[in-house]
């Protein structure tokens, strides 16, 4: 573990990381990264991630607008003695915590609402800062990227939850559920925001 | 600092793939992990008997895959009406009604990518422990790393719980063989990819068995 206090980059050292199975490359020489492929396993490498910010730029702002339809609309509808009801996200985690239901409403919260809020913010924020070389908080702006990677797919609960709801109530004209709208934008917010997530390259925030 | 990029010998190095710091390779203890000094993220994790566990783990999982998915999971019970169902069902229901993307998503995220990814455990393991290095292995490793984070069971267990609790008063709920076998399922899924040490696969894969 020495030279880290000098903090030498593998970059600066004339390395490449492939970012498949973690073997360290020349730049030149034989088996560099000239020959564009990694010798060990075979995947494409590249010094840092290929147009890495304008790509999470682009998933960003689709996942932003796709986030108004998913909130906005219906995501599910409950068919009760003949009277159709239809729900919002929201609506669904009011329910819960109107039937004291505590515990499950803040997961539903957080998964659906505050953790897509807290993806699109942070990574437009991490962006953002790499734009504009802010470079005082980046031990703290790593956790965060790396709490939004593990957080990412968690936000399916809902979906999940809905597509299980709809096959277990079925029960004719007593009461049914059914699949809304918004499912399908919502979807795409969590699908959008991951793939930020893979074409974002964390290494970009500390590079002079 | 001009010696590091003309050392003949880079084995020796590791990269940080968060930060792109620089380090010395050092052995990582069974049990310990390496974490980037720099900006903080876990490097690698060692991990005791590696290849056994994950080659035992795997055909766990896999042996309960197909109970898991297609058996029901619950049965609700209201006023005499009964209905049943399982993982595979909400997703042919979804794309009944017309909501062909989400319904893929499911079919992916739920279905078809934990099986593929503890396909691809089972084989590579198999082959390390009968050591085998066919041409193919290296690229099912990279594919095991690309699907890791697209299996979503876990999620999927938290989705079951969420429609428990929001049906509980409703209706009575039993609980079907699909949901013991579901949990198993997950259980030893996650322990398979927890088991599995990524820097010693490629270490072992890259060798071909020697030193």
């Known amino acids: ?208 | 600092m001009e010696t590091l990029s003309q050392k003949s010998n880079i084995s020796g190095l590791i990269a940080c793939n968060g930060c792109d710091l620089l380090l010395e390779h050092v052995e990582v203890e069974p049990g310990l992990a390496l974490f980037c000094p720099r900006c903080g993220k876990k490097l690698q994790a060692s991990k005791k008997n590696s290849v056994d566990k994950t080659l035992a783990l795997s055909i766990t999982a896999l042996l309960l895959y197909l109970p898991a998915v297609f058996m029901p999971l619950m049965t609700l019970d209201t006023l005499g009406f009964k209905e049943s169902g399982s993982i595979v069902d909400g997703v042919v229901r979804l794309y009944d009604k017309g909501y062909l993307f989400v319904s893929l998503l499911v079919l992916l995220t739920s279905l078809l990518f934990p099986l593929v990814k503890l396909s691809l455990l089972l084989v590579v393991s198999l082959s390390l422990k009968l050591k085998r290095y066919p041409d193919i292995l290296p690229l099912l490793m990279r594919s095991f790393h690309h699907l890791d984070r697209w299996g979503m069971l876990e999620v999927y267990l938290i989705g079951i719980l969420v429609t428990l609790i929001k049906m509980y008063h409703l209706a009575n709920i039993h609980y079907d063989l699909g949901f013991f076998c579901f949990v198993g399922f997950l259980f030893a899924t996650l322990c398979s990819s927890t088991a599995m040490d990524e820097h010693l696969f490629w270490d072992l894969i890259e060798r071909k068995g020697g030193i």
């Open chain 1, 1 to 208: 573990m020495a030279n880290t206090n000098r903090h030498i980059t593998a970059m600066e050292a004339g390395l490449a990381l492939c970012r498949d199975c973690g073997k360290l490359l020349p730049i030149n020489g034989q088996h560099g990264v000239k020959s564009g492929f990694c010798p060990r396993c075979g995947a494409r490498i590249h010094l840092r991630k290929p147009d890495s910010m304008v790509r999470t730029w682009a998933l960003i702002v689709t996942a932003a607008l796709l986030a108004f339809p998913a909130n906005l609309l219906p995501v599910m509808r409950v068919d009760y003695l003949g009277v159709p009801e239809e729900s919002t996200i929201m609506d669904g985690i009011i329910y819960f915590f109107q039937e004291g239901s505590y515990a499950i409403g803040i997961i539903i919260l957080t998964a659906s609402i505050l953790v897509p809020l807290f993806k699109i913010i942070g990574i437009s924020l991490i962006l953002l800062s790499i734009h504009f070389k802010w470079k005082t908080w980046l031990r703290h702006t790593a956790l965060m990227f790396r709490v939004i990677e593990f957080v990412g797919r968690w936000s399916m609960i809902d979906i999940f939850a809905i597509s299980l709801l709809q096959v277990l109530v079925n029960f004719g004209y007593l009461t049914s559920i059914e699949v809304a709208p918004a499912a399908t934008y919502f979807a795409a917010v969590v699908l959008t925001t991951m793939f930020a997530a893979i074409t974002f390259d964390p290494r970009l925030m500390w590079d002079k």
